[in-house]
């Protein structure tokens, strides 16, 4: 089953995201960016990431603190497939020790 | 030299298929987090058919993995546009980078080639292209290469985050084993992948302040346009320091 809102949603998602893919090729490729729009750009994608997790850092639940800090050392120091599989496992360890 | 002479000739279904070659470790790391993400999506209650849709149109998994993250029934959609759009602004920096080895392809050809941009066709196809200009191959961009990698990885990721879908409701409720806890490891290893240093990292530590003041006071999901603002306002006025 496909709802019309969620259709919509998703074909924007995707227009957006095709213009990000061309718009580069089309707009900057013999015009340099400024200092302030290229330290923008590079900045822009965590700056949302970080943002869209941002509740996880003020969660009320200790085991939830304590587990994403375990997540962030694993981050820092290890790939995607480990950190997950830690991640997961101290957040659903510690919420079954700590509540 | 013989390498650059047999490259000339190179016929495109060898270029394709070491491009498909090429993705090998890439595809190992791609499939864990797709999975996660179908298992999530059916948690936010999008059906198998919406979640590949819009894997397959949209093919940019760091903004799926926010959209997700941030989808309610039904969807915010200028919030979820404009958060794929931030995410995915990096394109914009890399079909630049891409850009000067494009030149002679035509443009029938280039429009769609650079609907498969992502992060790892663009890494792979940038370094194979380098390579071959190097060793003076001509082109020094390999077209079938290029789509060679990107459909491995477009199949990969679209594959994978369906099957993740329909074994979502198997799972049952994944936040009870800790599966939600699969975005922040996520998003901490993709922002790893972007770190360039302490100073250039200061935008974000203002966008995680912003977002959390603003989550803890605000109702609604203001935190996102909020943190992602005041970081990138941060990073326009710290610019100019450098």
Request: contains cysteine; aromatic residues 10%; proline residues 6%.
């Amino acid at each position: 089953m496909i709802d019309a809102t969620i259709v919509l949603t998703i074909a924007l998602m995707a227009g957006v995201t095709y213009l990000t893919r061309i718009g580069g090729y089309i707009v900057l490729r013999n015009r340099p960016l400024g200092v302030r729009a290229t330290a923008v750009m590079a900045a822009a994608p965590g700056c949302v990431l970080i943002s869209v997790i941002a509740p996880a850092f003020v969660s009320s639940h200790p085991a939830d603190l304590i587990a994403l800090a375990i997540t962030l050392i694993a981050a820092t120091r290890l790939s995607m497939l480990p950190t997950v599989l830690i991640g997961v496992f101290a957040a659903g360890l510690l919420r079954h020790l700590i509540g | 030299m013989l390498q650059s002479a047999e490259a000339r000739a190179d016929a495109p279904r060898s270029e394709l298929r070491r491009g498909v070659a090429s993705s090998g470790p890439v595809l190992l790391g791609t499939i864990p987090y797709a999975l996660v993400l179908g298992a999530q999506a059916t948690q936010k209650g999008l059906s198998a058919l919406e979640l590949s849709t819009m894997t397959g149109l949209n093919f940019a998994g760091g903004s799926e993995f926010a959209a997700i993250q941030l989808w309610t029934s039904p969807p915010h959609i200028l919030l979820i546009v404009a958060v794929t759009f931030l995410v995915n602004s990096r394109h914009l920096l890399m079909g630049a980078a891409l850009a000067p080895f494009l030149r002679d392809l035509p443009r029938r050809k280039a429009f769609p080639a650079l609907f498969f941009l992502c992060d790892e066709s663009w890494a792979l196809g940038l370094a194979d292209a380098r390579r071959r200009a190097a060793d003076g191959t001509v082109p020094a961009f390999s077209l079938p290469y290029y789509m060679g990698a990107s459909l491995a990885v477009y199949a990969t990721w679209v594959g994978f985050t369906t099957l993740g879908a329909l074994l979502g409701p198997v799972l049952g409720d994944v936040e009870a084993y800790g599966f939600d806890m699969a975005f922040p490891a996520v998003f901490l290893v993709l922002m790893r992948g972007m770190w360039t240093g302490m100073a250039a990292a200061r935008p974000w530590l203002v966008s995680l302040v912003v977002a959390a003041l603003v989550y803890l006071f605000v109702p609604g999901a203001w935190y996102v346009a909020a943190g992602a603002a005041s970081g990138l306002f941060a990073a326009w006025l710290m610019a100019s320091d450098a």
